[in-house]
């Protein structure tokens, strides 16, 4: 999903970091209110924040000018919604550009739009939506759609930039997902299933701090 440095044109990388940046700056502000209010959960932050930016360079060739891992931030929407996710999944992708050279400053917008705020706003919702049907199951699925809809976003962002020469935006959507979909389903689920191991190990361990984040209950 990253998208690799100068492979979208100017005015589509451009276009895509107009619309993160409201997104990260209110994920600044999200950020900011959680560690002063509750500065009991600042461990947990820094392990979210690690546990997207370990599985995010787990990554596998896929479509030209991108690749295929899993993202991680399913976790972190689930426990401190997916707004303080677009700050947090934004400042790994940009040090993942400057030391891991995985993506890129300029299509840093568009990686952060798909994988730091579409991907974590779909974990939250279908979390939020069915935990009262089974925590691990919640998990699990929220996870997996999260990183499966950071995938459809990133396959509009290239279907955009580079509609086919017969088909246009229709066909080139349907090409890119069709090939993303061979490495992204079966990562997909698995990050649902690792993502829900760390989520136990985390209320066997960190109770207090997820009740004081409502992730039970409640809005998170």
Known sequence: MHIMEGYLPVAH??????AALPFMVAGV??????????????????AAAAFVFVLSALKLPSVTGSCSHPTGTGLG??????????????VVLLFQALLLAHGGLTTLGANAFSMAIVGPWASYAVYVGLRRFGTAKAVFIAASVG???????????LALAFPDAQSGL??????????????????????????????????AYSSDELKDLSVFGGVA
Request: aromatic share 8%; glycine share 10%; net charge positive.
């Open 13 to 18: 990388a451009a276009g895509w970091w107009a």
């Open 29 to 46: 502000r999200s950020l900011q209110r959680l560690v002063t209010g509750k500065p009991s959960v600042r461990m947990l932050v820094g």
């Open 77 to 90: 929407a689930i426990l401190f919604g997916p707004g303080i996710m677009s700050i947090l999944g934004s």
């Open 147 to 157: 990183n499966l809809m950071t995938y459809v976003m990133t396959s509009v962002q």
């Open 170 to 203: 229709a066909g080139a959507l349907v090409k890119f997902l069709t090939i993303f979909a061979v490495t992204q389903i079966p990562l997909a689920l698995a990050e649902g299933i690792l993502t829900v191991l760390v989520f136990n190990a985390l209320t």
